[in-house]
C-alpha cells in the first residue's frame, strides 16, 4: 500500500498510542492544574475542558501529534506554517485560559512532537498475523480493564485496534466536487454511527471494552464503510507493477 490512504493508517496509530500515553502520564503522575488550588484563576467554562490531571497537555501534545504528523507527511512549508500556527495557538489558549501550567504544555509539545515523527516515518505490520494479534490483544486488554477506569483509556485502545486492524486500499478524490461529497457522506456515516452506538445502554458504553469497540467501529466506519459505499469518488487503489528488465548491452 501507499499513499494518502496508507499516511492516514500510520497517522492513526501513532495518534492513539499518544493518546493513550497522554492518558498514562496524567492519571499516573496525578499533578493538579493551576484552578486545583485557586478556583477563581479559571472559568466554568474552560474547567469544563479541562478534564483530569494537568500534565501533560493533552490539547498540547494531540495538536502536536496530529497537526505537526500531516505537515512531516506533506512535506509543503506553507503546511508547515499553518500547522505549527494552530499547534501554538492551541497550547497558548491552555495557558491563557489558566488550565494547565506552562510545564504542561512544554511536555505535551515534545511528546507531540515524538508521536508526529512516529506516525510521519513509522511503520506498522498491515498483513496476516501482524496486521489482526495487535489490535486482538488491544481489544483483550480492554476487556480486562475494571469498570471505574477512566474513560480515556477505553477510547485510546479502541482507536489503537481501530486503525491498526483497517488496511486502506481507496484513493482520495482529486476534483474539489469529489471530495465535498466524500466529506459530507462520510461524516454523516460517521455520525450516525456514533451517535447510535451512543444509544446504546450506559451499562455497555461505560465498560472499558463497551468504549473500545465503539471508537474501533467508528474508525471502521471511516477507513473501510465509507471507501466502499463512495467507491465512485474513492476508486481502488492499482498495484503497481514492476517494469520489465531491459537488457544490458
Known amino acids: 500500500m501507499a499513499g494518502a490512504a496508507v499516511?492516514?493508517?500510520d497517522l492513526g496509530i501513532a495518534f492513539a498510542l499518544?493518546?493513550?500515553?497522554?492518558t498514562a502520564l496524567k492519571y499516573?503522575?496525578?499533578?493538579?492544574?493551576p484552578f486545583w488550588s485557586d478556583p477563581s484563576v479559571a472559568s466554568e467554562a474552560a474547567k469544563a475542558t479541562a478534564g483530569g490531571p494537568g500534565l501533560p497537555s493533552g490539547h498540547?501534545?494531540?495538536?502536536?501529534?496530529?497537526?505537526?504528523?500531516?505537515?512531516?507527511?506533506?512535506g509543503r512549508p506553507w503546511f508547515w506554517s499553518v500547522a505549527a500556527a494552530l499547534v501554538a495557538l492551541i497550547s497558548l489558549s491552555r495557558l491563557a485560559l489558566h488550565v494547565h501550567y506552562p510545564s504542561d504544555t512544554v511536555v505535551g509539545l515534545l511528546l507531540g512532537v515524538c508521536f508526529a515523527a512516529l506516525g510521519a516515518r513509522g511503520h506498522f505490520p498491515d498483513h496476516a498475523l501482524g496486521r489482526w494479534l495487535p489490535p486482538a490483544l488491544v481489544l483483550l486488554?480492554?476487556?480486562?480493564?475494571?469498570?471505574?477506569?477512566p474513560r480515556e483509556v477505553g477510547a485510546g485502545l479502541g482507536l489503537l485496534a481501530g486503525f491498526w486492524a483497517v488496511r486502506p486500499t481507496f484513493?482520495?478524490?482529486?476534483?474539489?466536487?469529489?471530495?465535498?461529497?466524500?466529506a459530507v457522506v462520510g461524516l454523516m456515516l460517521v455520525f450516525a454511527v456514533y451517535f447510535?452506538?451512543?444509544a446504546l445502554p450506559e451499562s455497555i458504553k461505560d465498560l472499558p471494552l463497551g468504549r473500545a469497540v465503539r471508537y474501533a467501529l467508528l474508525v471502521a466506519t471511516a477507513a473501510w464503510v465509507v471507501p466502499t459505499l463512495?467507491?465512485?469518488?474513492m476508486p481502488a487503489q492499482v498495484a503497481a507493477t514492476a517494469p520489465a528488465a531491459q537488457p544490458v548491452h
Open 7 to 9: 499516511w492516514g493508517r
Open 18 to 22: 499518544s493518546y493513550l500515553t497522554n
Open 28 to 33: 499516573g503522575l496525578d499533578l493538579p492544574r
Open 60 to 74: 498540547a501534545q494531540m495538536s502536536a501529534t496530529l497537526y505537526l504528523g500531516m505537515a512531516a507527511q506533506i
Open 141 to 149: 486488554a480492554a476487556a480486562l480493564m475494571p469498570a471505574g477506569s
Open 171 to 182: 484513493t482520495p478524490p482529486r476534483d474539489v466536487a469529489g471530495r465535498l461529497i466524500v
Open 196 to 198: 447510535g452506538l451512543g
Open 230 to 233: 463512495l467507491r465512485r469518488w
